[in-house]
């Protein structure tokens, strides 16, 4: 029986991306509850997959096959996904967005937000964090924050259909937004 793929069909995806602890994971599994959708966690699903974490990813196999692996999972989603497959809120590492690739993927999968939050709060956010390898290499913190945030925060901004800025939101806000505006994107 043929099955058309997800490339045949309307994407109506919803897709986060933003930097780490900008709250996508958070956001994406409130909305997914309001919208009585599945919340895909790319990072989730990659470490799943692998059995392994992210940071033994990164230490065993080094970044560049982690980045690969994203890719690799966004093909599928994009391609290879059955039409029959619920259209869920699909969560993104904070690196996702850096490849033309991905970038392309996420826009054809259906409706990219990026939740954009201030660079001193991503800073106090993360402060504690000890499971993210890019935040482990020795650089203090608030440079290496500001340097990530330097490079990606345009590249988000071309990726994404809708920014919101979530830095004084509450999740309860930052859903009514993203609501409204993929209805509007949807319609
Ligand atoms: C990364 C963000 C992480 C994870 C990996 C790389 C990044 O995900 O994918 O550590 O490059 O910003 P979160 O954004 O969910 O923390």
Redo the contacts with the bound molecule.
């Keep these: 029986m043929y099955v058309p793929s997800q490339s045949a069909q309307k994407a109506r995806d919803i897709i986060l991306i933003?930097?780490?602890?900008?709250g996508?994971?958070t956001i994406g599994r409130a909305l997914g509850v309001e919208l009585h959708r599945p919340l895909l966690?790319?990072?989730a699903v990659?470490e799943e997959q692998l059995g392994k974490s992210?940071?033994d990813i990164?230490k065993e196999e080094g970044?560049a096959h982690?980045r690969s692996l994203?890719t690799t999972f966004l093909r599928y989603l994009c391609d290879e996904r059955p039409c029959s497959a619920e259209r869920c809120i699909l969560?993104?590492?904070?690196?996702?967005a850096?490849r033309q690739e991905n970038r392309e993927l996420l826009r054809r999968l259906g409706f990219v937000v990026w939740l954009r939050v201030d660079i001193p709060i991503l800073i106090q956010r993360t402060a504690r964090?000890t499971?993210?390898?890019?935040?482990m290499g020795g650089i203090p913190l608030k440079d290496r924050i500001r340097e990530?945030c330097l490079q990606?925060y345009p590249v988000y901004a071309k990726t994404a259909h809708y920014t919101l800025d979530t830095s004084h939101m509450s999740v309860h806000q930052a859903l009514d937004h993203i609501k409204e505006a993929a209805s509007l994107y949807f319609r």
């Design positions: 933003g930097m780490m602890g900008c996508k994971t966690d790319m990072d990659i992210i940071s990164f970044e982690f994203e969560s993104t590492g904070g690196g996702v850096m964090c499971h993210r390898p890019l935040l990530l990606r």
